[in-house]
């Protein structure tokens, strides 16, 4: 017994934190232990270098993970212009293509939460960069074809993964450094990917200019191929990356470790604790007001982000007289705010976590993106240039996503944040297709009168536009309805985000602003069960429990609460959040209920609207042939 238990710890040194209050207290146990706690690497200063070298090891690998998809899904932006000549479309058509993406990405966040947590983090994402590398290639052939179905079934199946992709690639990095900077391991994380989107806006035009329509797409196939080759190598060692981080193992770890050979003790502890990790969609709606109305703020953050960064370059070009080469040089200055931004900004959540720094931050964000909204509207005639507006929308969006991770372990249980991240990224995505499809309505009104004599056809070079397309000066209305809807939406936004600080300062109480736990409640008896429990089965039930503030070295998981703290009322946690705690009132469980059916609304309606937008265009160019 001995030798399977020390066999067992070597692959993961905190299995005995995990299992033991669920384990008989034998010297032998205890022993045993005690014994692997006081070997571990950690507590030497040669253990601590290598921890950290194992961690960024694995920090490299995950932020490799998205290059391919963030590249793929920006480099399409600036080619708008050249694309609707050279393909005769239309920015219905421009919009419904990029709308094939995030279209997907309003339900395949949630399943790659589910799947993060039943299959792992390492299987998941090979699952991801598998979708977009095969959605990239088809995007390549329909391209080649000229073939704008081609190139919409392209982007739809790398829609399948590219947003189950972050949603995993987050919660690894969640996983690996909840308690030892994870703010600004999340920064780097995102880093990474504005890094490679950045590059994307920026060399994506000059690229088909100089070798040709075809060689953007060649390299964003290159690159998923690249990240596919990674993920490989991830999968490989990740077991390896996790036992010597010294991280808990996922729940399909431990219903594969062998039971057999153990007392039955370990054998049932290990199984509880696999189960207590598993988490049902249907959770979604036990986690309380605050949550919900962070849901509400992605929506928000979906419909006034996301469109304008596909649209910059057009509406630059349209808006100031620039050519389509200038044009897509400044727009790709909106990815480089946040290759400067996300560093700093996880340092400050990290050094300043009590003072609720990430709403502070979140603020300064949609000030600075509604600021850029505001330049834009005034006549160009006043502000001659588009660069202020666009530094303003850059620096705000530089730190305004990953503030939106932040928030996610800090509001929810950590057992609830891959669930928690795909409802994030479900909910914005939702209101991304709904307001790409919305702005290509508004912006189609024959805006373009391209050249008669422009050559087609994919092997012909992107010409060097010294003529500026003629701009009828009525449709300039146009381009300022749309950036008068998104100025009204991001002061919406604003006023979201305020309501959503003050409800989760009256929530929390005089508790520091610090990550959750999942502690687990005793299981009970089936006779205190009430209906209003959401149908579960009390094992799958947690304690949620907001961590006491303490400095941020202090901050861990707790996996031995005192008593008073795992006791609660059977069926559903009933109270205030506040003094440590995080309860929900029954009162919020069902409008939880009811909110998430109406997300399910949503995300069906985005469906439909999209879908729908799609078949009238092209039955309307049908009948045009």
């Not at 030798?3 to 905190?14: G, Q, S, W």
């Not at 039971?259 to 199984?271: G, M, R, Y």
């Not at 800090?410 to 609830?416: F, L």
Request: contains cysteine.
């Amino acid at each position: 017994m001995n030798d399977v238990l020390t066999r067992r710890l070597a692959v993961y040194p905190c299995l005995p934190f995990i299992v033991s209050h669920r384990m008989t207290g034998t010297p032998e146990y205890t022993e045993i232990f005690r014994d692997q706690h006081n070997r571990n690497p950690g507590k030497s200063r040669k253990g601590v270098l290598r921890l950290w070298l194992i961690r960024g090891l694995a920090l490299l690998c995950i932020c490799s993970l998205s290059t391919g998809s963030h590249f793929g899904s920006e480099f399409l932006g600036p080619l708008k212009s050249s694309l609707i000549r050279d393909l005769h479309s239309n920015n219905v058509e421009f919009s419904a293509i990029l709308a094939s993406y995030s279209v997907n990405n309003t339900w395949t966040p949630l399943v790659a939460g589910l799947l993060a947590a039943t299959l792992g983090t390492a299987w998941s994402s090979l699952i991801a960069t598998s979708l977009i590398l095969l959605g990239q290639s088809i995007l390549f052939l329909g391209r080649r074809m000229s073939s704008i179905g081609t190139m919409a079934a392209g982007l739809f199946v790398f829609g399948l993964g590219a947003s189950p992709l972050s949603v995993v690639q987050e919660t690894i990095i969640v996983r690996f450094f909840s308690n030892h900077g994870l703010g600004l391991s999340l920064a780097l994380g995102l880093v990474a990917g504005k890094g490679a989107s950045f590059v994307a806006a920026l060399t994506s035009y000059p690229l088909a200019q100089n070798h040709g329509p075809l060689a953007p797409f060649f390299v964003a196939t290159m690159l998923a191929i690249l990240s596919f080759s990674i993920n490989i190598l991830y999968l490989r060692g990740s077991r390896w990356l996790a036992s010597g981080s010294g991280v808990e193992p996922e729940a399909n770890e431990l219903q594969k470790m062998p039971f057999s050979s153990t007392p039955i003790t370990e054998s049932e502890a290990l199984k509880h604790v696999s189960a207590k990790k598993r988490v049902m969609l249907s959770d979604i709606a036990k986690l309380g007001d605050v949550f919900w109305l962070y849901l509400i703020l992605n929506f928000l953050c979906g419909i006034i982000w996301r469109p304008f960064m596909y649209m910059a370059a057009n509406i630059i070009q349209l808006r100031y007289g620039y050519s389509e080469s200038d044009a897509g040089e400044a727009a790709s200055l909106l990815h480089a705010g946040g290759i400067v931004m996300y560093p700093i900004c996880g340092f400050l959540t990290d050094r300043f976590r009590r003072d609720a720094i990430v709403y502070k931050l979140s603020m300064l964000a949609s000030v600075l993106t509604l600021s850029s909204y505001i330049w834009f509207l005034l006549p160009p005639t006043w502000t001659k240039s588009a660069l202020p507006g666009v530094l303003f929308f850059g620096a705000g969006l530089g730190f305004g996503p990953l503030l939106l991770v932040l928030m996610v372990p800090q509001i929810v249980p950590s057992v609830y944040v891959p669930t928690a991240l795909g409802a994030h990224k479900s909910i914005e995505s939702a209101g991304s297709t709904i307001s790409l499809t919305l702005a290509g309505i508004i912006l189609d009104e024959k805006i373009f009168k391209p050249p008669s004599k422009h050559p087609l056809g994919p092997s012909s070079p992107v010409p060097s536009p010294r003529e500026l397309p003629t701009i009828d000066p009525s449709h300039q209305s146009a381009i300022y309805r749309l950036l008068f809807v998104f100025a009204f939406l991001n002061f919406l936004q604003l006023a979201c985000l305020m309501f959503l600080w003050k409800l989760d300062v009256s929530k929390r109480g005089p508790t520091g602003y610090q990550i959750l736990s999942g502690d687990m409640a005793p299981p009970h008896e089936s006779g205190d069960r009430e209906e209003n429990d959401l149908d579960r089965d009390p094992e799958h039930d947690y304690h949620l429990r907001r961590v006491p503030n303490r400095s941020s070295t202090d901050v861990s998981l707790s996996h031995n609460p005192p008593a008073d703290r795992i006791s609660r009322p059977s069926s559903i946690p009933t109270g205030l959040r506040g003094d440590g705690e995080f309860v929900v009132t029954e009162t919020e469980i069902t409008r939880g209920k009811i909110l998430f059916k109406i997300s399910i609304a949503l995300v069906v309606a985005a469906w439909m609207f999209y879908s729908i937008t799609l078949l009238t265009d092209l039955i309307g160019r049908q009948g045009d042939k």
